[in-house]
């Protein structure tokens, strides 16, 4: 990553990259579905983030790619996993033409 790249972005990459990617990078854990304890994470991340960044990449990404648990404990990434989570999600049955757009 860029060290001019704005600070939010670059805590957002590194939660989608541990969160969604390696954990095991940094020696941090998550559950059957993908959940990390926030202390843990900011502990293990060697201060390559703060609560305050975890917390505006969390609040001011558009794509909302993070959550949160109401307690604020707990966060995971919504989506794109290269790593087995449980989401939670009910199978259903794809449409017969289905589009995707990429660019």
Do not use: C
């Not at 969160?19 to 390559?48: T, V």
């Not at 989570?85 to 995707?100: A, F, K, N, R």
């Amino acid at each position: 990553m860029s060290k001019n790249q704005d600070p939010v972005v670059r805590a957002s990459k590194f939660l989608s990259y541990v969160l969604r990617h390696k954990p095991d990078e940094i020696g941090l854990e998550l559950d059957a579905e993908g959940w990390a304890d926030i202390d843990e994470l900011l502990q293990k991340a060697g201060g390559k983030l703060t609560m305050e960044m975890l917390m505006r990449a969390v609040a001011e990404n558009d794509k909302q790619r993070f959550a949160l648990t109401a307690d604020g404990l707990l966060i995971k990434a919504r989506q794109g996993h290269t790593i087995p989570v449980e989401l939670g999600l009910e199978p259903t049955e794809p449409p017969d033409v289905l589009y995707h757009g990429t660019y």
